[in-house]
T-cell receptor
């Protein structure tokens, strides 16, 4: 079946602009995660949704970052007033749920802020 | 709090040689442990995971890992390296509780020499 998809695959923007990154999880997966991977580093947790609600947003770096999942499926990560330091690969993962769930990752969106 | 240490950033082996990638973790509660592989310009793919039960876990592509609680380790091994194993490898930990975010190490790049 189809895996996790993310669009766009690449996004170039200018400092100060607003961007939206989209994640389509695997059908039927109730849990959805966003991670950020900077160059030479492992992915870092941003936010976790269980259904429509954000169960844990402790990884969001500041109030310029926001994510939604209004219908419990597709999620959008929104970044306001982008800064050069926001440049990274943004990864989305989904999971079926349950205590031994495996997170399945999408290919990521590579964001470059000029 | 949880953390993962992957010592060294790069490992190089000859084709056919043993692959050993080290991972040590810190967790205040019994952990679930994961190894993911990332090929260039692709998303993270699960190699194997330890949740409960047998401490020697076998994964895809001939990889295996052993959970050693006394050493807080989860090293990844493969008896004979193949050229196609060249990639970046990430060890990750998460708790068994409700908050199921993954905490990743910095990753190790594996090169395979012909």
């Amino acid at each position: 079946g189809a895996g996790v998809s993310q669009t766009p695959s690449n996004k170039v923007t200018e400092k100060g602009k607003y961007v939206e990154l989209r994640c389509d999880p695997i059908s039927g997966h109730t849990a959805l995660y966003w991670y950020r991977q900077s160059l030479g580093q492992g992915p870092e947790f941003l936010i976790y949704f269980q259904g429509t609600g954000a169960a844990d947003d402790s990884g969001l770096p500041n109030d310029r970052f926001f994510a939604v999942r209004p219908e419990g499926s597709v999620s959008t990560l929104k970044i306001q007033r982008t800064e050069r330091g926001d440049s990274a690969v943004y990864l989305c993962a989904s999971a079926r749920g349950g205590s031994e769930e495996t997170q399945y990752f999408g290919p990521g969106t590579r964001l470059l802020v000029l | 709090a949880q953390s993962v240490t992957q010592l060294g950033s790069h490992v190089s082996v000859s084709e056919g040689a043993l692959v050993l990638l080290r991972c040590n973790y810190s967790s205040s509660v019994p952990p679930y442990l994961f190894w993911y592989v990332q090929y260039p310009n692709q998303g993270l793919q699960l190699l194997l995971k330890y949740t409960t039960g047998a401490t020697l876990v076998k994964g895809i592509n001939g990889f295996e890992a052993e959970f050693k609680k006394s050493e807080t380790s989860f090293h990844l091994t493969k008896p004979s390296a193949h050229m196609s194993d060249a990639a970046e490898y990430f060890c990750a930990v998460r708790t068994t509780g409700a908050n199921s975010k993954l905490t990743f190490g910095k990753g190790i790049t594996l090169s395979v020499r012909p």
